[in-house]
């Protein structure tokens, strides 16, 4: 009788034992890139007609030469991300950005804005070939030379509808890191994402406006680290803007 009870049980354990892990995980991780993907579609746009115009010949403006990278707070510095991040072909992390610190008097963003801060970002060196894209859209592009070569980094910004009733930003960021070898425009995206639906992509190509091969601007790491910044966003900080306006009075916009 004893045995026959232990055979029973085995055989309902049997029959309710889950799938492999590997599948769950795996398909997971496609229904996510298959959302994530369609959010930066409705993203990006036509960022690829700013490459385009940028490499018709149209003059760019430099920049004074980015002789040491402005200090973050803390609260603008996502922690565990000191290992390097691994060459997947596409990966989603949860990272606590510190956004929930990055309170202030906020306005309306600008292309202008978005340049000033992202020259703050980036590792010291020569920017040039400044670009926006048209209407003010918050999508724009630079050029950085650290002594290795020139490269390019492009950053756009967006709002979609909130997660929920999530109308508060929050400090947790959702990242897809994506690594595309085949397309050198897009040899590695960065998308970040919070649950009032902001969101942040940076491209860091391995080529220039007209497919001219280039080293890589950013690593894995940084690409994160400046996207999941605070001062990120449709809305930004005030003084942020307003200097901006200052120093990028004048850049190239991209036509249609």
């Known amino acids: 009788m004893t045995e026959d009870l232990r055979a029973w049980f085995e055989a309902e354990l049997n029959a309710e034992r889950p799938p492999p892990l590997g599948d769950v995980v795996g398909t997971a991780i496609r229904d996510g890139r298959r959302l994530r993907r369609k959010r930066r579609l409705t993203l990006l746009g036509s960022i690829a007609a700013l490459i385009a115009v940028l490499g018709s010949g149209a003059v760019m403006l430099g920049d004074p030469l980015v002789t040491q990278r402005e200090a973050l707070s803390p609260q603008s510095v996502p922690p565990g991300t000191a290992a390097p991040i691994p060459a997947l072909e596409a990966r989603t992390l949860t990272i606590h950005s510190g956004t929930a610190g990055a309170v202030g008097s906020r306005t309306k963003a600008t292309s202008a804005a978005m340049l000033h801060l992202l020259t703050q970002l980036l590792p010291p060196g020569r ?93 894995a790491d940084q690409a994160v680290m400046l996207a999941t910044d605070p001062r990120w966003g449709v809305t930004m900080d005030r003084q942020l803007v307003a200097e901006a306006a200052e120093r990028f009075d004048r850049v190239p916009v991209a036509a249609e």
């Open 127 to 219: 920017t040039s070939h400044l670009g926006i894209a048209p209407d003010d859209d918050l999508r724009v592009q630079l050029y950085v030379d650290d002594g290795r070569g020139s490269a390019m980094v492009r950053v756009a910004v967006a709002k979609n509808s909130p997660f929920g009733d999530e109308s508060s930003r929050g400090g947790m960021a959702t990242v897809l890191i994506t690594h595309d070898p085949d397309n050198c425009l897009t040899a590695l995206t960065v998308d970040a994402e919070w649950p009032d639906g902001t969101l942040v992509e940076v491209d860091v190509p391995t080529c220039l406006a007209g497919a001219e091969p280039s080293r890589a601007a950013l690593t």
